[in-house]
């Protein structure tokens, strides 16, 4: 959120608003570094300025009549700026259609979720489900970050609209006409293609013109010519015609699809859906529209696409989507795939239905709106949705395992198995950690396998830590766990703060901390900021645990079975297992729960117990250190090389920036990994 801004632990609220005809700059401490919170409290602030103007009897918003100048004139340049580019290039017009399309589709992009949007993985799909090649989408992409990168419209060309047709520069408005100029621009790429002429050579049309030309000669011309005089030209007298009954409007139906999109800027709006929930929705809503057919609208819905959508459910893999070729071929793939399974590897279970329908239920009570709203969007005939949710069955069977038996736990002589790789004896290199060499290099790689076991914490959590969180001057030094922009929690229990642990310290930790800031970056690790993961700890998991875990034990541990058409194994999570049983009667169960970012098991403690003291959680936290005993420091720290503080071994362009020094300004350029 651009008025949004995160100084060291709190995020401050920063506004320039016009009162009284005087610019008046706002900044406001929020005292929260919980983003989620930040927001709530900006929409509250944002409300009371606009209540404020309102008051001074200023109108702040664009009436229609300045958005569609807006939108002209901004429509009107960029076509004008693309013939001419057209006009005076060799290329021929098939290559000028194909890359007025691409940059079409790209300014349409910004249009729809404004300069600033973060081009995902999602686009990616959506484009190639379109009927985008995954290269055409790849440039699309590409186009996108050239133009960000390149400052996509500048505040001179809003000033100058501002000036010219009359509305205050606010926010607000600064916002709404960035996404009028992106919209313009694309229809005038579209323009540019339908005007095109498709003939290898017109100069032969030429020809007639220019020998009946008898205008001076360039050379002999002494001076500029003098504007040609416009002559009105004179138009018959409109015959006045008895004006017909214009017919009743047709009420515009309204897409599935669509309709989410817009319940789930709603729902994040109020922050009541998070990143996972958002991607369970859009999971949800993709199959239930590709079972009625693609494109569905919402007025059409029938109760026989209920019955679709659970055939459709029977008919995937219980593990679809998860291939390469999935991926790139869509739903009618995994169908394919499933077509070779064996039949106890085929089906969605009843409860993932259950899940799938309650969101697609949520989009629809959203786009119905409330009762009487003649403005909702519904089903000619309400959808029934009882006997999906109940399944063939009687309903699903109680598990007849408990949450424990689930999931195994690392023993300790498995983590020291872990803990034995080259990665803290000596590596052949940052490209080969798990080769045994002479460099020890002190980044993801070394920290975090030893900090999974020493916290029992999410990877995601400690990953996805930034340095703004660290505070490592303190008396007990520690970092924060909250909500970032960069990062989400799994709950609000997860909000905590962990004191840094002495092995950690021992090992260099304090001072690798001191070396990443004096590189400029603003993660505590760097190369686990991937643009195309899911979060930080796929990254981890994909980058560094699984390759960890295939040296340790190549044939899977002893636990390693088949479940639900996939090979299970003690994972990540795992750690977490293993810290949690070493501290149980050892330390009181308020106090795990407040190191593992549990809720407490009683009223009194999840209610009214505050989070314990730092040096509480610093004695528990020592009881674990037999774990990571055996590793010996190496000093003076080594962290990666300044081109290499990011994800990925090679990326086609860095978003690396450098200063005057040379130091590194932020942390994550797109990279393959």
């Not at 290099?441 to 703004?468: F, T, V």
Request: charged fraction near 25%.
């Amino acid at each position: 959120m651009p008025n949004l801004k995160l100084r060291g632990g709190s995020y401050h609220w920063r506004r320039k608003i016009m009162v009284a005809g005087r610019p008046l700059p706002l900044s406001i401490s929020l005292r929260t570094g919980n983003f989620y919170r930040a927001r709530l409290i900006s929409d509250r602030l944002s409300v009371a300025v606009e209540g404020l103007r309102m008051a001074y009897g200023q109108f702040t918003g664009m009436s229609r009549e300045q958005m569609k100048q807006v939108f002209g004139d901004a429509l009107r340049w960029q076509l004008q700026r693309i013939e001419q580019d057209q006009a005076g290039s060799l290329a021929d017009a098939g290559d000028h259609a194909t890359a007025n399309s691409l940059h079409a589709e790209a300014w349409e992009f910004l249009a729809r979720g404004g300069v600033a949007a973060r081009w995902t993985l999602d686009e990616h799909q959506r484009l190639v489900a379109n009927g985008w090649s995954p290269a055409q989408a790849k440039t699309v992409a590409n186009i996108v970050f050239d133009l960000q990168n390149g400052g996509t419209i500048s505040g001179a060309q809003v000033a100058t609209y501002s000036a010219a047709f009359g509305f205050p520069v606010t926010a607000d408005n600064v916002g709404r006409v960035q996404r009028l100029i992106c919209k313009a621009k694309a229809a005038a790429c579209r323009e540019a293609t339908a005007r095109l002429s498709w003939r290898e050579d017109e100069s032969e049309a030429w020809i007639d013109e220019a020998l009946g030309d008898d205008a001076p000669f360039a050379f002999e011309r002494s001076g500029p010519t003098a504007a040609p005089e416009v002559v009105a030209p004179v138009l018959p007298a409109p015959v006045v015609e008895d004006e017909p009954t214009p017919p009743l409007p047709i009420r515009p139906k309204k897409d599935l699809i669509e309709a989410s999109e817009e319940a789930i800027a709603e729902h994040q709006k109020a922050g009541d859906w998070d990143t996972d929930t958002v991607k369970q929705v859009r999971t949800g809503i993709r199959l239930f529209d590709y079972a009625c057919g693609t494109g569905i609208m919402i007025e059409d819905l029938q109760q026989s696409h209920v019955k679709a959508f659970t055939t459709l459910c029977a008919a995937l893999p219980n593990r679809w989507g998860r291939t390469r070729e999935e991926r790139a071929g869509g739903f009618e793939a995994s169908l394919a795939r499933a077509t070779t399974l064996p039949a106890s590897e085929v089906g969605l279970g009843q409860v993932t239905i259950n899940k799938h329908l309650t969101w697609v239920t949520s989009v629809l009570d959203h786009a119905a709106g409330e009762d009487g709203d003649e403005t909702g969007h519904r089903p000619a005939i309400p959808l029934l949705f009882k006997t999906a949710r109940k399944g063939a069955g009687k309903g699903p069977r109680k598990d007849r395992k408990r949450k424990r038996d689930k999931r195994a736990n690392w023993t300790k002589a498995e983590v020291a198995r872990l803990l034995s790789a080259p990665i803290w004896t000596g590596t052949k290199g940052i490209d080969h950690r798990l080769t045994t060499g002479t460099e020890i290099i002190h980044d993801a790689w070394y920290w975090l396998p030893l900090m999974l076991p020493l916290y029992g914490g999410r990877s995601s959590e400690l990953a996805g830590l930034g340095l703004a969180e660290v505070h490592e001057q303190d008396p007990i030094p520690y970092f924060v766990i909250d909500y970032t922009e960069d990062r989400a929690l799994k709950n609000v229990q997860s909000i905590r703060k962990l004191p840094i642990h002495p092995e950690l310290i021992r090992l260099g930790f304090i001072d690798y901390i001191g070396e990443l800031r004096r590189a400029g970056c603003t993660m505590l690790f760097p190369e686990m900021v991937s643009a195309d993961s899911a979060s930080f700890a796929s990254t981890f998991y994909k980058t560094v645990f699984s390759k960890l875990r295939r040296w340790a034990f190549p044939e899977g541990t002893e636990w390693r079975r088949r479940i639900g058409g996939a090979w299970k194994d003690k994972d990540v999570h795992s750690y977490r297992g293993l810290a949690t049983t070493m501290l149980k009667g050892r330390v009181s169960d308020s106090l795990r729960c407040d190191i593992f970012g549990h809720e407490g098991e009683t009223e009194t403690a999840s209610t009214y117990d505050d989070e314990a003291d730092l040096d509480l959680k610093l004695g528990a936290l020592m009881l674990l250190t037999p774990l990571t005993a055996q590793i010996q420091p190496h000093l003076p720290i080594r962290i990666r090389p300044l081109d290499r503080l990011r994800h990925g071994a090679s990326w086609r362009r860095p978003r690396l920036k450098t200063t005057k020094s040379g130091s590194l300004n932020g942390a994550a350029p797109i990279g393959k990994t």
